[in-house]
């Protein structure tokens, strides 16, 4: 499913020259040495349009671990055989695109990038300046083998955008992050917002809440296009407590949070709740995949401190997780700041168990404003111990709930019509180009 933000889409980019249908420049344009190589660029590209073809996409991810984003990443690919994807480093999202039938092209001198925080400081960041210039350069030549240049990620698209515009490849910039307060300083945000309104022909965001905060950051409104997260769960038809035997996991009230442990992802709220409610267990899934490890620590200190290590079951990074979510009585998703969307949000609606979320970016719409699940304000483990309380206490009483969360997820967040929305709008977006 897609929602256009606004209808009037235009995809010029102050670093494309304005050109003709022919692709020649416009009158009074000047015309530099680039130029008459930009007129073959257009020819070539308007060449492989006529003849029907797919678009030759360069896919571009910074990171090579596996979390939200590069499983949508994954997901999306599969119509893609073929195409190419850039990579910064090596790992599991190779590995899947190459499984995908995708060539792989890794950044030589990229590894690393995905260390670099968000909130690093110039200082901090000018030793790996070098890095990426020659990371940009490696993009445009791999640009040029390519109809059109999707960034799957924030630093994918800093890097990307201006080597891909240089040599007049359009950009997409699928934007899983909220660009707010929360989540980047200011100047982030402005550099972000502007690069993109210069840059992007198309920003695919997954939520309303995402889109919004876009354009509070300063991104053009007409560039952008929701296309909710889609994907498939393969249910496991044993009871939940087949399951629990199984996988080794205790009898008697049992919840669980599967996010990677990050302090936004407030797993140390679910840890004061359950010092409110007596018997409950929860079982926490993740690991700290981008450096939180003192997070991580921190959490099992805290847990210990309240006396709950017996109550507190850290599992790490598993890759099992549908059958988890069907074995324990609620999945809580505590983020404590606004999500930008959540793809566990969406795999406890696909397996049928009761969802405790955070009312914080995007759970509220995909959990249909609480009707797909109960929404409990962010960092107030009284209210989440409350929320948990009344579930133990009466769990028939969601039995609705979960039923209609379980529909509306089969309905409007399938893979399916993720894949076609997005293979859509990369179809658009080289056409306009
Ligand atoms: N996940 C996983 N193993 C774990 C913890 C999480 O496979 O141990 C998966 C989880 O099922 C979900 C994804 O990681 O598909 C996390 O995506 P989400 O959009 O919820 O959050 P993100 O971590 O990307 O912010
Ligand atoms: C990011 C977001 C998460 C979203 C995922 C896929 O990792 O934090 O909310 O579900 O990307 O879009």
């Given at each position: 499913m897609t929602q256009v933000l606004s209808a009037n889409r235009n995809a010029s980019c102050a670093a494309a020259p304005p050109q003709d249908e022919a692709g020649v420049a416009a009158p009074g344009q000047e015309r530099g040495p680039g130029a008459s190589r930009l007129a073959t660029r257009q020819q070539d590209r308007s060449a492989i349009r006529a003849d029907g073809h797919r678009p030759r996409v360069l896919f571009v991810s910074h990171t090579g671990t596996m979390s939200g984003a590069e499983l949508v990443l994954r997901d999306a690919v599969r119509p893609w055989p073929g195409a190419t994807a850039y990579l910064f480093e090596d790992g599991n999202l190779a590995e899947a695109l190459r499984d995908a039938g995708l060539t792989i092209r890794l950044a030589r001198r990229g590894t690393g990038l995905s260390g670099l925080r968000r909130d690093a400081s110039v200082l901090r960041a000018l030793p790996v300046?070098?890095?990426?210039?020659?990371?940009?350069?490696?993009?445009a030549r791999a640009a040029r083998g390519s109809d059109i240049v999707y960034a799957n990620s924030q630093k994918a698209f800093l890097l990307a955008a201006l080597p891909a515009r240089l040599v007049g490849r359009p950009v997409i910039w699928h934007l899983h992050d909220i660009l707010d307060s929360a989540h980047?300083?200011?100047i982030q945000r402005i550099v972000q917002a502007r690069l993109a309104n210069l840059c992007a022909a198309t920003i695919?965001?997954?939520s309303r809440a995402a889109a919004e905060a876009f354009v509070a950051a300063g991104?053009?409104?007409?560039?952008v296009t929701i296309v909710p997260n889609g994907l498939d769960l393969e249910l496991d038809p044993k009871s939940p407590a087949?399951?629990?035997a199984e996988l080794g996991l205790p009898a008697g009230p049992l919840v669980g949070v599967f996010s990677r442990l990050a302090p936004w992802k407030g797993q140390d709220v679910v840890i004061d709740a359950l010092a409110?409610?007596?018997n409950l267990r929860c079982i926490v899934v993740g690991s700290a995949l981008f450096g939180e490890d003192a997070y991580a620590a921190e959490l099992r200190a805290r847990a210990a401190a309240r006396g709950l290590s017996d109550r507190v079951l850290f599992l790490g990074q598993r890759s099992d997780v549908p059958r988890l979510m069907q074995a324990v009585d609620a999945v809580v998703h505590p983020s404590v700041d606004p999500e930008p969307f959540g793809r566990t949000l969406v795999e406890a609606?696909?397996?049928g168990v009761p969802v405790i979320a955070t009312d914080a970016g995007a759970s509220s719409e995909i959990l249909d404003g609480g009707a797909a699940g109960t929404l409990v304000p962010p960092r107030r483990p009284d209210r989440l111990a409350v929320a948990l309380a009344e579930l133990l206490a009466d769990p028939d009483a969601f039995a609705a709930r979960t039923h209609h969360a379980r529909d509306r997820a089969l309905t409007l967040y399938g893979a399916a019509g993720m894949q076609a929305a997005l293979a859509k709008l990369i179809h658009e977006t080289a056409a306009r180009a």
């Open positions: 300046l070098g890095q990426l210039a020659g990371l940009a350069l490696d993009i980047f300083g200011r695919i965001v997954p991104g053009r409104p007409t560039r087949a399951l629990r409110e409610v007596p609606m696909l397996a």
